[in-house]
């Protein structure tokens, strides 16, 4: 199997596969450890943590990595970004992602304590000022992605202006549930990818059951753009609140935790998150990029590896004896 070797500052997972970071405790250490252990970089969503918190789950995905690589996801649009920098950094984090936003100062933390800072972009400009920035990779993150979107282009359109543009490794993600679609993106230059929506149906992902089955449930039509609170589009699975969220009847918060530097205000996005996690989906908005439908299984970690690099190899013998 020839697969590009990732090269993240001094950090060389076994496989070029990351586990994208999800806020409200979506990733969480025992799936965060589990695909560091299997060989991929594990992420912790921080957002939407306390400090002491994220301190204690980076603590549990290191005893459950065996060695292997753990990575942190924070929101710049976070009004707790800093301090969850800082708390990352100073429990010894591997390495520290970041989107919603863009931070200068964030580069000058990670120098001057040897911790990589991983933007996620969404375009050759932002990727050009984040390599300018010390950014020793980057996540060309398209449309497809769950969550937050910061563009309304197809990772297939700017992983290749991506990869152009800068002369950092670009680790495409969204969209991605296979083997075949890594393949697809490491020959257009990539050197790895970051999947998010595969590894919410794993055993290890602690999310409720309810968000599970949302997941395997989900027809490609029920996948849909909302707007957040936080002034960008997000992408999730159409239910009773996402409904609501449609007609501009979304409830409107009973109290404010301020958890956000910019908030509309329209719906509270960290209740609505809760909810989903916890098992309230009916009250809750269901994050998920736009190929969920196409998965079919919860897995253990160890499995989906397998799966995928399986797949993977597959789709390399293709394209030999084409
Ligand atoms: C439930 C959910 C929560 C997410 N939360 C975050 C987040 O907190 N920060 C972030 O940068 N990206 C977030 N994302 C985006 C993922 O990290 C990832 O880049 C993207 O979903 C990849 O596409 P895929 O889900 O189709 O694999 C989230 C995605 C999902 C599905």
Same mark, same amino acid.
């Not at 993150?141 to 700017?158: M, N, Q, W, Y």
């Given at each position: 199997?020839?697969l590009p070797v990732l090269e993240i500052?001094?950090?060389r997972p076994?496989?070029p596969i990351i586990?994208?970071?999800?806020?409200?405790?979506?990733?969480?250490?025992?799936?965060?450890?589990?695909?560091?252990?299997?060989?991929?970089?594990?992420?912790?969503?921080?957002?939407?943590?306390?400090?002491?918190?994220?301190?204690?789950?980076?603590?549990?995905?290191?005893?459950?990595?065996?060695?292997?690589?753990?990575?942190?996801?924070?929101?710049?649009?976070?009004?707790?970004?800093?301090?969850?920098?800082?708390?990352?950094?100073?429990?010894?984090?591997?390495?520290?992602?970041?989107?919603? #936003?863009?931070?200068?100062?964030?580069?000058?933390? #990670?120098?001057?304590?040897?911790?990589?800072?991983? $933007?996620?972009? $969404?375009?050759?400009?932002?990727?050009?000022?984040?390599?300018?920035?010390?950014?020793p990779a980057v996540v060309a993150?398209?449309?497809?992605? #769950?969550?937050?979107?910061?563009?309304?282009?197809?990772?297939? @359109?700017?992983v290749?202006?991506i990869v152009? *543009?800068v002369?950092i490794p670009v680790i495409a993600?969204?969209?991605?549930?296979? #083997?075949?679609?890594?393949?697809?993106m490491i020959?257009m230059g990539a050197s790895g990818v970051q999947?998010?929506?595969?590894?919410?149906?794993?055993? @290890?992902?602690?999310?409720?059951?309810?968000?599970?089955?949302?997941?395997?449930?989900?027809?490609?039509?029920?996948?849909?753009?909302?707007?957040?609170?936080?002034?960008?589009?997000?992408? *999730?699975?159409? &239910?009773?609140?996402?409904?609501?969220?449609?007609?501009?009847? *979304?409830?409107?918060?009973?109290?404010?935790?301020?958890?956000?530097?910019?908030?509309?205000?329209?719906?509270?996005?960290?209740?609505?998150?809760?909810?989903?996690?916890?098992?309230?989906?009916?009250?809750?908005?269901?994050?998920?990029?736009? &190929?969920?439908?196409?998965?079919?299984?919860?897995? $253990?970690?160890?499995?989906?590896? *397998?799966?995928?690099? &399986?797949?993977?190899?597959?789709?390399?013998?293709?394209?030999?004896?084409?």
């Open positions: 199997m020839q500052d001094n950090l076994r496989y586990q994208g970071g999800m806020a409200v405790r979506v990733s969480t250490a025992p799936l965060a450890g589990a695909v560091a252990r299997a060989g991929g970089i594990g992420v912790i969503g921080a957002t939407g943590m306390a400090l002491a918190e994220l301190e204690e789950e980076i603590r549990q995905a290191r005893s459950l990595a065996d060695g292997g690589i753990i990575g942190v996801n924070i929101m710049f649009a976070a009004q707790q970004f800093a301090e969850l920098v800082h708390t990352s950094i100073n429990a010894g984090i591997d390495v520290v992602f970041t989107g919603a #936003g863009f931070s200068r100062e964030i580069f000058q933390w #990670g120098k001057e304590t040897g911790t990589p800072i991983v $933007s996620i972009v $969404s375009s050759a400009k932002a990727a050009v000022l984040a390599e300018k920035c010390g950014a993150e398209g449309f497809e992605a #769950g969550g937050h979107l910061g563009t309304d282009r197809s990772v297939k @359109e700017i290749p202006q152009k *543009a002369k993600a969204g969209g991605m549930v296979n #083997g075949q679609d890594m393949a697809d020959k999947m998010a929506t595969r590894f919410v149906l794993s055993e @290890e992902c602690t999310v409720s059951d309810q968000f599970k089955q949302a997941y395997l449930q989900a027809q490609q039509e029920d996948v849909v753009i909302i707007k957040s609170p936080v002034g960008l589009p997000g992408r *999730a699975i159409r &239910n009773a609140l996402v409904k609501r969220i449609e007609l501009g009847q *979304a409830p409107k918060p009973e109290e404010c935790l301020h958890c956000l530097k910019k908030c509309s205000h329209e719906y509270c996005i960290i209740k609505a998150l809760i909810n989903s996690t916890e098992g309230r989906t009916d009250d809750g908005v269901i994050f998920s990029g736009q &190929n969920v439908y196409k998965i079919k299984d919860i897995l $253990s970690v160890d499995e989906i590896f *397998a799966k995928i690099l &399986n797949e993977y190899d597959q789709a390399q013998s293709i394209k030999k004896s084409e």
